[in-house]
């Protein structure tokens, strides 16, 4: 008998080994952490990878904002210079640098000439009109004239430590109105075209004014 043992008064061969239920319990479990384990392995390297996603998306939307940021100062201080080139010819009665300058202008705004976001063909708001005055030099009093600028004063031709105020007070039909370097209110009635109007001076009849600078 020494190939065989009697357990629980069975005779089994040697070499067969009884159903043990604790045995196959821990073979399970064995199995399924490795089976967790593989899975978590293979999935973490996803959860890393969408980590890192967003990560790189949220640096993407940054450097796309500072670009952004940076075109519109660049922009900005180009329109400036623009602007600075436009008063220039209007002073000089360049009309070739004027109208090269009205171009290059429209080119940025993308929808004609603009200036800060404000498109000077509409003549039906007060800004837009502004917009289309700016730089425009107009007769005065024979040979006086005034340079109407963006910054609200007017340049006078015969002394120019000294200017005029404007401002939009009407566009239906289009009126500037402001005061002399005297402290007189005035008014500036101008025609549909915008090339000719007249001009009321405190109490004196209106007399007639033109543009003489092209724009």
């Not at 967003?54 to 201080?77: C, E, F, G, P, S």
């Not at 730089?135 to 609200?152: M, S």
């Amino acid at each position: 008998m020494a190939h065989y043992r009697t357990i629980s008064g069975l005779t089994l061969p040697r070499r067969i080994i009884p159903f043990q239920p604790n045995v196959f319990t821990r073979l399970q479990a064995t199995l399924m952490k490795r089976i967790l384990s593989a899975l978590l392995l293979a999935c973490s390297p996803l959860v890393l990878a969408q980590g890192t996603d967003t990560v790189a998306l949220n640096d993407l939307a940054a450097a796309r904002q500072r670009y952004k940021n940076a075109i519109a100062h660049d922009t900005q201080n180009y329109l400036h210079e623009l602007e600075q080139l436009k008063a220039s010819a209007s002073l000089t009665g360049d009309s070739t640098l004027a109208a090269a300058v009205r171009t290059e202008t429209a080119s940025l705004a993308g929808t004609g000439p603009a200036r800060n976001g404000l498109d000077e063909n509409d003549l039906s708001s007060a800004d837009g009109l502004k917009e289309r005055l700016i730089n425009t030099t107009w007769v005065w009093n024979r040979k006086e004239t005034i340079t109407l600028l963006p910054d609200g004063m007017a340049k006078w031709n015969l002394n120019g430590a000294e200017s005029f105020t404007w401002r939009v007070a009407g566009t239906t039909p289009p009126v500037i109105a402001g005061t002399t370097p005297k402290g007189k209110s005035y008014r500036m009635a101008i025609d549909a075209d915008l090339k000719t109007g007249k001009v009321f001076e405190g109490t004196l009849p209106g007399r007639i004014t033109s543009q003489i600078t092209a724009r």
